[in-house]
């Protein structure tokens, strides 16, 4: 079936270490998206890439980044930098000038 | 800027309508969205309407756009208990490669 999947859906992280969050999507979409969720807040747009090899900060990159190495795949690594990472994190993807983008079905991270 | 609003709660009985409304700020969006989430999942998309029609239903679905005053609302009719979950508003600015403004989300609660 096709879909966008990630994983692992549940992540503790001790605090002071990296973790990476996967993204996989066999849709072949060119756009693929990270979101955070917090309670009350809805989602705020981490980083997005509308091409293998390029991606762009979106309103809260700070103490994250990505990389797009296959247009299948759009991991976020979560990086000690990063203040507060308890949160629901979301992927999604979507063809360039489409008018659905896919979601995953999340990963919730906690800090420990 | 871009900024979408949406009230937090709404609760209503099962078999009433229910209407969730949403403002939002660019006047360069193309496309407006609604999105539901279940407790633990990701976002599926309910439904979208293009910035330059009025009116669209699908089914129990009926979304009205204002564009002069940037305002959105989906009614659903006759509202079930499976329809308690939190639903998403957004907006997809022009020229910005696809990237979606959320707002906060509305929380629907369904009453037997």
């Known amino acids: 079936d096709g879909g966008i999947t990630q994983s692992p859906k549940y992540l503790f992280r001790k605090e002071g270490q990296n973790v990476t969050l996967s993204c996989e999507q066999n849709?072949?979409?060119?756009?693929m998206y990270w979101y955070r969720q917090d309670p009350g807040q809805g989602l705020r747009l981490i980083y997005y890439?509308?091409?293998?090899?390029?991606?762009q900060k979106g309103d809260i990159a700070e103490g994250y980044s990505v990389s797009r190495e296959k247009k299948e795949s759009f991991p976020l690594t979560v990086t000690s930098a990063q203040k507060n990472p308890t949160a629901f994190y979301l992927c999604a993807s979507s063809l360039l000038y489409n008018t659905e983008a896919f979601f995953g079905q999340g990963t919730r991270l906690t800090v420990v | 800027g871009e900024d979408v609003e949406q009230s937090l709660f709404l609760s209503v009985r099962e078999g009433d309508s229910s209407v969730i409304n949403c403002t939002y700020t660019d006047s360069s969006s193309t496309y407006l969205y609604w999105y539901k989430q279940e407790p633990g999942a990701g976002l599926q998309l309910l439904t979208y309407?293009?910035?330059?029609?009025d009116m669209k239903q699908d089914q129990r679905l009926t979304v009205l756009l204002n564009k002069k005053d940037k305002h959105l609302s989906l009614r659903i009719a006759d509202t079930q208990t499976g329809d308690s979950a939190i639903y998403f508003c957004a907006e997809r600015p022009g020229n910005q490669g696809g990237k979606l403004i959320f707002g906060q989300g509305t929380e629907l609660s369904v009453k037997p």
């Open positions: 890439s509308q091409i293998v090899n390029d991606f």
């Open positions: 309407i293009f910035s330059n029609m």
């Open positions: 849709l072949n979409h060119d756009a």
